[in-house]
């Protein structure tokens, strides 16, 4: 088989965009280079469902995160964070490195916090300016729900700023920063956006934009306040990733000719078919507030993590996900965030049938891609 | 005419690597891009000549200046950098940052530093330990005779660390870390090893790497501490930048087939015969120290820069670059770092001449390209 790719990042990237990729150089002091630039700050603006600027940084999506703590947090400021995962759990290392003062809300992985939980924290810690949270959990496939959390803890405490890791949320689940009052959204290159690792996109809101005008940043490289700047000359302070914003600017263009809203709704028809063709295999879902970024799965009794993968990398081509920290060898994941369609999920269904069946685990054949199948055909749009 | 880039970063890619680049993407955390990885780490000796570790970051040249800065220099110690331009400015900016306590030393921009200065300002300010070098500055087109300032200065100081910004140097001039007790040396992508900029190539010496090891980075996502523990097992902390490594690979085996010392002849002989070139044009060199990746060449009376420009890339598609800082509009620079050959040369002197018959400058058509063209006639190997 050939090879294909259902991991939350690098997630694959669409053929039209590899090859513009590949056209010559061009300088980034340079207008063509600043047409691009010019592209996709408008158009990231949709992604993000803002007016407000989104910063291009040249670096992964835990550049992004740094540079929100280390551009956003003065002295005396405090933070509460949520530990639900690996990716929360950068948060607290973030914070942490920074020496923000911080309370950690720990969540079983797998279940998304609430408004109430937050609020809770806050009014036992009067110094806690900032909110960071995970929209969509990738460790755990876990989606926790930003707009009502976002409007909750505002509504307590109208001052208090929200700050979202959306890296695997982008793109993949409804996101509308300026409507529900999100003060700051990171994602990365290599996910909803669908172009290689490389790019970390930071949009901050007006408020936020203030409070880093004053600040300097604790960063160099990830300075936001260098980089918006930069962004208002149409530049940034460092040599950009010239190539993948050239690709960022087509993939941009993708989104916006599907629609932000279509966008979505196939991410939620596509993780839901997911979840549809695994349980219909006896498998069990890990999360109980499912990401439409990516499907995480107990590996059932008597199936080895090892075997399993081995068999669908090796005899079919697909790459899929394992378990992170303690999932280790207990779960494993898969991937529909980005350049995928309902063919991508029957096919990796049939994929997971077929390495199950070389595990030996019992089940009715076809059970898995008929679900999924099905659940895609009642739903076309 | 078709689109020339003549800049010292970004320079041009190879096509063969543009298109390697747009292969289907890969899982980081998978044995086929480890395979990349392995490869990468094991030339990138070649091309800084050290059997120590190589660190590649996914950021710019400025991440790894600052990977460094952040990562040896502990509370308590000193140092002194060296001024001669915009990029021997950056490490004084970043080590401002950082504030760790330092001495710097301006030179005129193009007149390069010697060991002596530096020796002198160590016997006054005992609690030095590092010193930060520019090997070819690209704002002033400078080379600094790396080799004998460190022996100069580790002769009278053995304590010493010397490091290196390498940015358009490796490739460009010769360079032996491990020969000549280099310390620590940074590059980019973008210019000598001639892929699209978005990643930093940190190389660190044993005894480096034991201080790193004691220490804490200031930063997070640009640590070189957490950096080599995930080099050890042949990983990366963060998502690295997949395609650019691939590329990396790519172009380490190009320059690998061509021969470390024939690349760094070949950019000393396209240097000479572009300086040669614009001195028969009666136009005078701007650096007393040529480097061997960029020629700056004062705009002579008369000729205003916009124009100048204006025609090179408006008439004849070829990008070259204008002076920075105080030399903006004073001077122009014509790289010759990366993927180019002697016709490269030829082509761009016969450009030059072109514009400047546009601006009225006297000169006799064809006597640059002649001078460039019988120098690089007369060193054929």
């Given at each position: 088989m050939r090879p294909r790719l259902f991991t939350p990042g690098p997630t694959p990237v669409p053929e039209s965009i590899q090859l513009a990729m590949a056209q010559p150089m061009i300088h980034h002091r340079n207008e063509d280079f600043q047409a691009y630039l010019t592209v996709c700050h408008d158009k990231l603006k949709l992604l993000f469902q803002t007016s407000s600027p989104v910063v291009i940084l040249s670096g992964s999506g835990t550049s992004g995160m740094e540079s929100l703590v280390s551009s956003v947090m003065p002295d005396g400021e405090e933070a509460v964070f949520v530990n639900g995962g690996k990716f929360g759990e950068r948060w607290g290392e973030l914070l942490a490195h920074y020496q923000v003062p911080h309370v950690e809300i720990t969540k079983t992985w797998g279940v998304p916090v609430t408004a109430d939980e937050i609020i809770a924290v806050i009014k036992t810690n009067p110094k806690i300016t900032t909110v960071f949270l995970t929209h969509s959990e990738t460790s755990t496939g876990t989606f926790t729900d930003i707009k009502s959390v976002t409007a909750g803890v505002k509504s307590a405490f109208p001052h208090i700023k929200v700050i979202v890791d959306?890296?695997?949320?982008?793109?993949s689940h409804e996101l509308r920063m300026d409507e529900w009052g999100i003060d700051a959204v990171v994602t990365g290159s290599?996910?909803?956006?669908?172009?290689?690792?490389?790019l970390a996109l930071v949009a901050v809101q007006q408020s936020m934009i203030e409070k880093i005008k004053t600040l300097k940043s604790k960063s160099f490289y990830l300075s936001l306040q260098d980089a918006l700047k930069s962004q208002e000359a149409n530049d940034t302070p460092w040599t950009p990733a010239v190539s993948l914003i050239i690709g960022l600017k087509y993939a941009l263009e993708l989104i916006e000719k599907e629609g932000m809203e279509a966008v979505w709704k196939r991410h939620s028809r596509l993780g839901e078919s997911v979840r549809r063709g695994v349980t219909a295999l006896g498998l069990r879902l890990f999360s109980t507030s499912p990401s439409n970024a990516v499907t995480p799965v107990y590996l059932p009794e008597g199936v080895d993590w090892k075997s399993f993968n081995g068999n669908l990398k090796k005899k079919d081509g697909i790459t899929i996900a394992g378990g992170q920290g303690p999932y280790t060898g207990k779960i494993f994941r898969i991937s529909h965030l980005g350049y995928y369609d309902d063919f991508d999920m029957i096919t990796v269904m049939a994929g997971i049938e077929r390495s199950l069946k070389s595990c030996k685990y019992p089940f009715t054949t076809g059970a898995g891609v008929a679900a999924t199948h099905q659940y895609l055909m009642e739903t076309l749009g």
């Open positions: 959306g890296i695997t949320s982008v793109g290599q996910k909803g956006l669908m172009i290689p690792p490389g």
